[in-house]
T-cell receptor
């Protein structure tokens, strides 16, 4: 079983709804990530948080709003989504990367399968 | 930015045979190369990784090789078993803003026939 827990496992929402995806880890990792994965495609990076601060936003539309309330939790708030936003949303965590040093692996959760109707 | 190419996109082998998946990357600043296995309905799970100061790493039936000069790295699975069937992703990574920036290859669907 993964050490990164994502809830809910499945979510169906209308285009006018507001919903949130939640992610939790207790490995002491201070970097957390949101990825989006469409069917038969690799994961695509959306956001990176380092030390609870947003460090990377990969030009994601504002209808996706991330939040990192503490070092163990990561949320993704959803509002006014489009059907093409339907995908598997993956959360991951890792130790913080050090410049000019080697990376540590990302640990992924099992994702939230989102369907926008 | 980084570009990772992965081949083949599908691979079918007989149980007990070996499987090889190859990747190339473009950014010489990438220094960490993990491989992930993704089963249906699950998130990617790390199976092996290699850093740029190492040429080869092995863990039981799985091995990874890295040619930093040519920007190639490969995954080798020996004595394949039906439970090895999954989608495998290679990735290249570097640190940006204290985050580990992973760029994934397109994935290889491995099917092991009993």
């Amino acid at each position: 079983d993964t050490e990164v827990t994502q809830t809910p496992k499945h979510l169906v929402m209308g285009m006018t709804n507001k919903k949130s995806l939640k992610c939790e880890q207790h490995m002491g990792h201070r970097a957390m990530y949101w990825y989006k994965q469409k069917a038969k495609k690799p994961p695509e990076l959306m956001f990176v948080y380092s030390y609870e601060k947003l460090s990377i936003n990969e030009s994601v539309p504002s209808r996706f709003s991330p939040e990192c309330p503490n070092s163990s939790l990561l949320n993704l708030h959803l509002h006014a989504l489009q059907p093409e936003d339907s995908a598997l949303y993956l959360c991951a965590s890792s130790q913080v990367g050090l410049q000019d040093s080697y990376n540590s692996p990302l640990h992924f959760g099992n994702g939230t399968r989102l369907t926008v109707t | 930015g980084e570009n990772v190419e992965q081949h083949p996109s599908t691979l079918s082998v007989q149980e007990g045979d070996s499987a090889v998946i190859k990747c190339t990357y473009s950014d010489s600043a990438s220094n960490y190369f993990p491989w992930y296995k993704q089963e249906l309905g699950k998130g990617p799970q790390l199976i092996i990784d290699i850093r740029s100061n190492v040429g080869e790493k092995k863990d039981q039936r799985i091995a990874v090789t890295l040619n930093k000069t040519a920007k190639h790295f490969s995954l080798h699975i020996t004595e394949t078993q039906p439970e090895d069937s999954a989608v495998y992703f290679c990735a290249a990574s570097k640190v940006i803003n204290a985050g580990n920036m992973l760029t994934f290859g397109g994935g290889t669907r491995l099917m092991v026939k009993p």
